[in-house]
T-cell receptor, first 113, second 116 residues
């Protein structure tokens, strides 16, 4: 059974710091991995999607990497800002249709001004 | 473009009551799904649909029913509410296509349900 783990559960950093969020999964037979952002009381917004054949994806100050063989992904946030404060979730799709996307519990990030 | 719309935003039910959570999307997405989010447990898939008339169970389907009569709408029915169904419910959709599994999920803003 696929399990997705995110460590740490919470993280507090000063503004301007570069940081890394971690995601691990137990079954390497995935089609893709996604990183989402969730603001309090809101839904999830997709940040980056890495296909299984890819090693990384970048969007602005965000860079996500994927190492399927070791079951790990990282989300790198450069020059963090208070507006980056949110919960970040990773999720893996483990069949062709992506029907059963499995989520981690998330890392709650707080960036102090 | 509204995206994925969920109603209501908040709901309080008594044990044994029934209700329907509404989800609608205006992006012509064939794939739609329902998740519940509980503290410390991430999102868990309840039911999903790959098109009108087609539905299937996810990880935690017990106590919930779905139907998909149109591409736009995917309601979730609680037949007899229980306190264990207190949660935040999210509807999500994905664009159609051969490689749709490599397109991102679009989420609604959720329905916060409390069962007393």
């Amino acid at each position: 059974k696929q399990e997705v783990t995110q460590i740490p559960a919470a993280l507090s950093v000063p503004e301007g710091e570069n940081l890394v969020l971690n995601c691990s999964f137990t079954d390497s037979a995935i089609y893709n991995l996604q990183w989402f952002r969730q603001d309090p009381g809101k839904g999830l917004t997709s940040l980056l999607l890495i296909q299984s054949s890819q090693r990384e994806q970048t969007s602005g100050r965000l860079n996500a990497s994927l190492d399927k063989s070791s079951g790990r992904s990282t989300l790198y946030i450069a020059a963090s800002q208070p507006g980056d404060s949110a919960t970040y979730l990773c999720a893996v799709s483990r069949d062709t249709g992506g029907f059963k996307t499995i989520f981690g519990a998330g890392t709650r990030l707080f960036v102090k001004a | 473009n509204a995206g994925v719309t969920q109603t209501p935003k908040f709901q309080v039910l008594k044990t044994g009551q029934s209700m329907t959570l509404q989800c609608a999307q205006d992006m012509n997405h064939e794939y739609m799904s329902w998740y519940r989010q509980d503290p410390g447990m991430g999102l868990r898939l309840i039911h999903y649909s790959v098109g009108a008339g087609i539905t299937d169970q996810g990880e935690v389907p017990n106590g919930y029913n779905v139907s998909r009569s149109t591409t736009e709408d995917f309601p979730l029915r609680l037949l007899s509410a229980a306190p264990s169904q207190t949660s935040v419910y999210f509807c999500a959709s994905r664009r159609p296509g051969q490689r749709s599994y490599n397109s991102p999920l679009h989420f609604g803003n959720g329905t916060r349900l409390t069962v007393t």
